[in-house]
């Protein structure tokens, strides 16, 4: 391909991260504002084994970059299932955001089956996530799956 369009190709690919960015991020919004035990929404893509925050609602973390094999927020990939914790200050494998927190749920996003990233909830109350929020969540996370796989080629 001639340089000057594979210039263009790349421009375009940036502006579909961009797009599915900012998405994602009124995604977080909407499920915030919605739901008022959800203290904290974020959106991490798998890339190059490691999981980057692309978007989220809430307080800032120090955890915008997470090496897979550490937190709840790996486990939700290797294991490739929904991680609830009910209360998080018991798990020894809890990598803690905010103070306030007190129970997590990480429900993987997947491309044909396979984990491309996740999205992390992170709530005040303690056992805040039910049956009911774990399937509520894997339905929306089947309708990001596209956006997310976009941010974690
Ligand atoms: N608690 C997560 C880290 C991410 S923060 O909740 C935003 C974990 O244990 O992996």
Redesign the pocket.
């Known amino acids: 391909m001639k340089g000057e369009h594979l210039d263009q190709t790349s421009g375009i690919t940036e502006l579909n991260r961009k797009n599915a960015r900012q998405m994602l991020g009124e995604f977080c919004s909407y499920l915030s504002e919605k739901n008022p035990k959800y203290n904290?929404v974020?959106i991490y893509a798998l890339k190059s084994n490691k999981l980057i925050l692309e978007n989220y609602v809430g307080k800032p973390?120090v955890?915008e970059e997470?090496n897979i094999g550490?937190?709840?927020?790996?486990q939700a990939i290797v294991q490739n299932r929904i991680v609830n914790e009910p209360d998080v200050n018991s798990n020894s494998?809890?990598?803690?955001?905010s103070l306030e927190?007190r129970s997590?749920v990480v429900v993987p996003v997947r491309y044909k089956g396979i984990p491309v990233g996740e999205i992390?909830i992170?709530s005040d109350t303690k056992g805040a996530f039910t049956k009911d929020d774990e399937e509520f969540l894997s339905t929306l996370s089947e309708l990001i799956a596209y956006y997310v796989k976009i941010l974690s080629d």
Do not use: P
Request: with cysteine; glycine share 10%; hydrophobic share 25%.
């Open positions: 904290w974020g973390t955890h997470i550490e937190g709840l927020c790996s494998q809890y990598l803690a955001c927190t997590e992390d992170d």
